[in-house]
Each structure stands twice: as C-alpha cells, then as structure tokens.
C-alpha cells in the first residue's frame, strides 16, 4: 500500500482553474492506475480521471472531458488533475485513489485499493 495526501482545493468562481496534486508515500511505477474520484454532499461519489501508470492510457468522465487533465510526475511520485472551466457542478470533495494490481483497473469502474483523505473544491456561479 502507499500513502496518498491530495492538496490544491480551494475556493474559485465558475470559469476558473485549479490544480490538484496528489502525492504518494511510494513509487508511483508500483501503482498499476492512479485516479481521481468526487463526491458532492448527497451524491455517489463519481470517478472522473483514471490514469495507467505505465501505459499513459487515460479515462475521464463525460463531465469532464475536455476541462480536466490527469497527469503524473513520476520524479515526484505525485499525480494531478487540472480542473479548467470549473463550473458550480464540479464542487464536491476530490479524492485520490491508486491500486498495484491490474486487474483492480478498468477505466472509470476500477477498484482502487488505496485513498486518500479528499481535498475540497467549491466553486461558486
């Protein structure tokens, strides 16, 4: 298992941008697929980018494409998630997720074994 710490939430008005970041205790080549998942309050929580590791292949909600990029830094075993035209209905909790095994991944439906504690993003109209 590693840890995982996400950072960059905050507060921004619709249009604008933040950077998520997500740095695991570990080596990120060790994690077969990385990703991100929210939950706003009342709601499911929802993946909305999914990166393998080694491969480069990406996956990302409808939601969201075209506004989010996931991305990884493997020098810094840190992996991001750039939230561009943030709308109103991108505010929820963002959390981190990661799972060694292959077969725990499988685009938007994969089963991460390892979260991390959530970072808020509120964006207001």
């Known amino acids: 298992q590693v840890q995982l710490m996400e950072s960059g939430g905050g507060s921004v008005q619709a249009g604008g941008s933040l950077r998520l970041s997500c740095a695991a205790s570990?080596?990120?080549?060790?994690?077969?697929?990385m990703g991100w998942f929210r939950q706003a309050p009342g709601k499911e929580r929802e993946g909305v980018a999914i990166?393998?590791?080694?491969?480069?292949?990406?996956y990302y909600a409808d939601s969201v494409k075209g506004r989010f990029t996931i991305s990884q830094d493997n020098a810094k075993n840190t992996l991001y998630l750039q939230m561009n035209s943030l709308k109103p209905e991108d505010t929820a909790m963002y959390y981190c997720?990661?799972?060694?095994?292959?077969?725990?991944?499988?685009?938007?439906?994969?089963?991460?074994?390892?979260w991390g504690q959530g970072t808020q993003v509120t964006v207001s109209s």
């Open positions: 997720a990661s799972a060694a095994e292959p077969f725990r991944c499988a685009g938007l439906a994969s089963r991460f074994t390892d």
């Open positions: 990166l393998y590791t080694s491969a480069g292949i990406r």
């Open positions: 570990g080596y990120m080549y060790s994690r077969f697929c």
